[in-house]
T-cell receptor, first 109, second 115 residues
């Protein structure tokens, strides 16, 4: 079967750095997405990785290792507004997105 | 409008009633999707449409139907609602030229409660 694993919840301090991990086992791979979802709102696109390595976009970076079935989202200089759920999703061989259950990130002052 | 809109925002429905959730996008995206999101389970695909006139079944299609008569609209119908269909429903679309391939953009969601 297809499976995406992420930690259920993480806590971090304002101004710090946090890394959210995602491991996947899917039938094929055509890219990995990270989305941010604030409580009661829709998911919004953060990043896309299809090749191994690090993609940096401001305070957010996303890393992919296809051989290990592993990705992480790195958030730097955390702000209170970063409190949200972070969803990892993999595009499988049928070009369907397989979603993880999401990681709820709590930022403390 | 710009993006994806969904209606209604929320609805309380008696079991056994028929309900259509509406979704409209103005980005000329080819592909559209319906998901349900339940606590602890993540987003699950109900139905999808790769282009106007075609539809396909996702992971959890039972009890739901869709149509795609044109590019912009993708309604989701519950023929006879049951309490297990209580969920938050998101419509999404993809296909914008210039963005990462297959990036999906989401509507604001419909919160449905079936009693």
């Amino acid at each position: 079967g297809q499976n995406i694993d992420q930690p259920t919840e993480m806590t971090a301090t304002e101004g710090a750095i946090v890394q959210i991990n995602c491991t996947y086992q899917t039938s094929g791979f055509n890219g990995l997405f990270w989305y941010q979802q604030h409580a009661g709102e829709a998911p919004t696109f953060l990043s896309y990785n299809v090749l191994d390595g690090l993609e940096e976009k401001g305070r957010f970076s996303s890393f992919l290792s296809r051989s290990k079935g592993y990705s992480y989202l790195l958030l730097k200089e955390l702000q209170m507004k970063d409190s949200a759920s972070y969803l990892c999703a993999v595009l499988d061989s049928n070009y369907q997105l397989i979603w993880g259950a999401g990681t709820k990130l709590i930022i403390k002052p | 409008i710009a993006g994806i809109t969904q209606a209604p925002t929320s609805q309380i429905l008696a079991a056994g009633r028929r309900m259509t959730l509406r979704c409209t996008q103005d980005m000329r995206h080819n592909a559209m999707y319906w998901y349900r999101q339940d606590l602890g389970l993540g987003l699950r695909l109900i139905h999808y449409s790769n282009t106007a006139g075609t539809t396909g079944k996702g992971e959890v299609p039972d009890g739901y139907s869709v149509s795609r008569a044109n590019t912009d609209d993708f309604p989701l119908t519950l023929a006879s609602a049951v309490p297990s269909q209580t969920s938050v429903y998101f419509c999404a679309s993809s296909g914008e030229a210039g963005g990462p391939a297959d990036t999906q953009y989401f509507g604001p969601g419909t919160r449905l409660t079936v009693l």
